[in-house]
């Protein structure tokens, strides 16, 4: 629900001024996932095929997340756009021809992990060169959250290869930290699109008083002026 709330303005007539104010990347990253909520959520009710879906749909997430980033500091190139969902269609291709690409039984492919990490690791570093520019305790949170996703992601990593091998019964067949931690590392990134949300409101507020301040400056100066054309 959260993801459907902050996704929805983004349908309305004036997605063009919400897009000027935000990122072309923030919907797609709020897209993304969402897809990987819905994924992980139908797939034990349905069928263990949507669990590679959900996984590419992570790393679109975290892909749009670090352009969204980046261009908050930065110009990014329309190219890279497409680049990053070629890549992430080439990812979702693989996953139907390997379908046990992200599948819990098996625990993330280290390859997979990598990329997680990897992605998340270039969004701190781009949060991080925004925090210089910009003093919000909104990225901090976001950094912060970005190098917790990065923990999380290796704590999963060390339990599937050298932690207990007991599972919990469904779809997931995984023992109960992985499990938590599966369903954690998702929380962690719907944390991180509320903070950004909350920079872009604050970053927007702080335009507002600067525009206004601006406005009765201008009217100040035209009455002195009026004033001084009068004596």
């Known amino acids: ?3 459907v709330g902050l996704l929805y303005p983004y349908a309305l007539p ?3 001024e919400l897009l000027r104010l935000t990122s072309e990347f923030r919907p797609l990253f709020l897209g993304f996932l969402l897809a990987h909520c819905v994924f992980t959520l139908i797939s034990p009710f349905t069928s263990p095929a949507f669990l590679p879906l959900a ?13 969204e980033a980046r261009s908050d500091h930065k110009s990014v190139p329309r190219k890279w756009l497409w680049v990053a969902l070629s890549l992430v269609s080439l990812l979702a291709v693989l996953a139907e021809f390997r379908s046990d690409f992200g599948a819990a039984h098996d625990g993330p492919p280290v ?6 990490q990897a992605l998340l690791i270039w969004v701190s570093v781009e949060v991080f060169i925004n925090l210089q520019i910009r003093q919000s305790r909104h990225l901090l949170l976001v950094f912060i959250l970005s190098l917790l996703g990065v923990a999380v992601i290796t704590m999963r990593v060390w339990l599937t290869n050298f932690g207990e091998s007991s599972v919990i019964d469904g779809t997931y067949r995984e023992s109960f930290p992985l499990f938590v931690s599966r ?3 998702p929380v962690l990134l719907c944390l991180v699109s509320i903070a950004l949300n909350n920079y872009y409101m604050e970053r927007m507020w702080r335009r507002e008083a600067i525009s206004r301040v601006d406005a009765e400056n201008n009217l100040l100066e035209t009455l002195n ?5 009068r004596d």
Do not use: T
């Open 14 to 16: 004036h997605r063009r």
């Open 1 to 3: 629900m959260v993801m």
């Open 183 to 185: 369903i954690g590392f």
């Open 225 to 229: 002026s009026l004033a001084r054309v």
């Open 111 to 116: 390859i997979f992990a990598f990329i997680v």
């Open 55 to 67: 996984s590419v749909s992570i790393v679109g997430a975290i892909l749009m997340l670090a352009l």
